[in-house]
């Protein structure tokens, strides 16, 4: 296997594990395990992220801070999305980092329910941009 080949395997792994993670919200939604589901959502938009940069740049970053900053350099910056539609990552990944890491945060469905479908349509937009 060359290695745009192996880059291409890569590719789909992410792209299946980013459709296979937002599913994994809706369960957790499902079963209103809000903070749950907040994390799932946030690594469903991570993995189609992941997925794009490395078809487009072939990065392999180690830290979340790391491909959300790539995503602005290499995405957003070049005008592959739109703002509007890139400012959900940012707000998904502080979303998790809220639930996960903050003390006595508690979320509901109200603060959830909405970020379901601003997340299945964030990767669907990634996704359009994998060719």
């Not at 296997?1 to 459709?19: G, L």
């Not at 938009?45 to 790391?66: E, N, P, W």
């Not at 070049?78 to 639930?99: C, K």
Request: proline fraction near 2%; include cysteine.
């Amino acid at each position: 296997m060359n290695n745009s080949q192996n880059r291409e395997e890569i590719v789909k792994f992410y792209v299946a594990k980013a459709w296979n993670t937002l599913k994994d919200a809706m369960i957790l939604s499902e079963n209103k395990a809000w903070e749950s589901c907040v994390n799932r959502l946030y690594y469903a938009c991570f993995y189609m992220v992941y997925a794009l940069l490395i078809q487009k740049i072939d990065v392999r970053a180690k830290t979340h801070s790391g491909i959300k900053t790539l995503f602005g350099l290499h995405i957003v910056k070049e005008g592959l999305i739109d703002e509007a539609t890139a400012s959900f990552y940012p707000l998904v990944f502080e979303r998790r980092n809220e639930a996960d890491y903050e003390d006595f945060e508690i979320l509901t469905v109200e603060d959830v329910l909405p970020l379901i479908s601003q997340a299945e349509e964030f990767i669907k937009t990634i996704q359009k941009l994998i060719l």
